[in-house]
């Protein structure tokens, strides 16, 4: 390499040294995060195109119920809109996308929005649930997107953070 290249990419090192964000320098995460491009991320966020997937559960099941919800946050961190169209699972006959009502066109989710499917709130219905979903187990869901594709994302089976008695 002749003396005036080096110099040229010594000089392309440093500027984009210079130019990167200050939160790729961060090393400090807290014990639950990585470190990602985006920044600090839970240590369960999937990456599909511009979406960030996180927190994704589905509640424990009680003997006797072929029913379940699945709640997960998703982050639009792109330029352009995406939609989530709705979700399969080898463990389930079908799973809808429900806030009021069915949403059968699925839910838009615009550059810097963020999706919280919630108890009480939108939600993923599993409906003839194969076997009972126990807490500590995992379940695979593939959500369908309008642009991300099918992104297939592990599913904690945890004890939902509401009583039997209360309903959901």
Same mark, same amino acid.
């Given at each position: 390499m002749s003396k005036v290249a080096f110099r040229i990419f010594a000089a392309m090192v440093g500027l984009a040294w210079l130019a990167a964000p200050a939160v790729a320098e961060r090393d400090d995460c807290p014990e639950t995060q990585m470190l990602h491009l985006s920044g600090c991320? @839970?240590?369960?966020?999937?990456?599909?195109? @511009?979406?960030? *997937?996180?927190?994704?559960? #589905?509640?424990?099941?009680?003997?006797?119920?072929?029913?379940?919800?699945?709640? *997960?946050? #998703? *982050?639009?961190?792109?330029e352009t809109s995406d939609r989530l169209l709705g979700a399969t699972s080898p463990a389930a006959g079908r799973i809808e996308l429900k806030g009021d009502g069915a949403l @059968?066109?699925?839910?838009? #989710?615009?550059?810097g929005d963020r999706l919280d499917l919630r108890p009480g709130g939108l939600h993923l219905m599993l409906t003839g649930v194969y076997g009972r979903l126990i807490a500590g187990n995992e379940v695979e869901v593939t959500l369908d997107f309008e642009k991300a594709g099918n992104v297939v994302i592990p599913f904690a089976v945890r004890e939902p953070p509401f009583s039997a008695a209360a309903g959901h």
């Open positions: 991320v @839970d240590l369960d966020t999937v990456m599909a195109a @511009d979406l960030q *997937l996180s927190g994704a559960w #589905i509640g424990a099941m009680r003997p006797g119920e072929q029913a379940t919800s699945a709640h *997960l946050t #998703i *982050l639009n961190r792109g @059968d066109g699925g839910v838009a #989710i615009e550059p």
